[in-house]
């Protein structure tokens, strides 16, 4: 059985084992996300979204199986894209924050349920548009991404996360009530 479901604390334990296997697939050379190990995202990262009431996971027969951060909070470097609707009011944007997959459940499309599932609560909520990003080097992300309607908005070379040399990949998509 799978539920989303906004976080608890005893999830922290697992979201940052998913953490971990993706920083093992990168540095494996099996996986190109972008992300450095110590840096981000780490067991903190994902502690700072629980405590800020903001991380929601995928669970699959009692295991976390993906996570991501869902709130309105649009980081500066989204000031350098080149949005569809740039004077769309703030309140009505909902940006989803480092959405990770197990790499043990990759394959099973937990990532596009993820995305569902995020689309579903900024409608619910009033929030037609929608904000993402990914790394340039993440071509898995950007073909999940663009397999479910997302446009890519712009690149904006950054340091982002703490790591440098980013070429930060912003994503949009705006939903209607049909």
């Known amino acids: 059985m799978e539920l989303i479901r906004r976080a608890v604390p005893a999830d ?21 996300i972008g992300w450095v190990r110590g840096v981000y995202p780490t067991e903190q990262t994902a502690r700072d979204a629980l405590e ?42 909902m940006v989803l924050h480092t959405l990770v997959v197990d790499p043990l459940c990759g394959g099973k499309g937990c990532g596009t349920r993820f995305v569902k599932f995020y689309e579903d609560y900024a409608l619910v909520r009033g929030c037609p548009y929608l904000r993402m990003d990914t790394n340039e080097r993440n071509a898995a992300a950007r073909r999940l991404y663009a397999g479910l309607g997302y446009r890519e908005a712009g690149i904006v070379p950054c340091t982002f996360n703490s790591i440098g040399g980013v070429q930060l990949v912003c994503l949009e998509k705006t939903l209607t009530n049909s």
């Open 12 to 32: 922290i334990p697992q979201v940052a084992g998913i953490y971990d296997r993706i920083h093992t697939e990168e540095e494996s050379g099996r996986a190109v």
């Open 52 to 93: 800020a009431g903001e991380l929601f996971v995928l669970e699959e027969d009692g295991k976390v199986a993906a996570a991501a951060k869902i709130n309105q909070e649009q980081v500066p470097e989204y000031a350098g894209a080149q949005w569809a609707c740039p004077d769309a009011p703030p309140e009505k944007i």
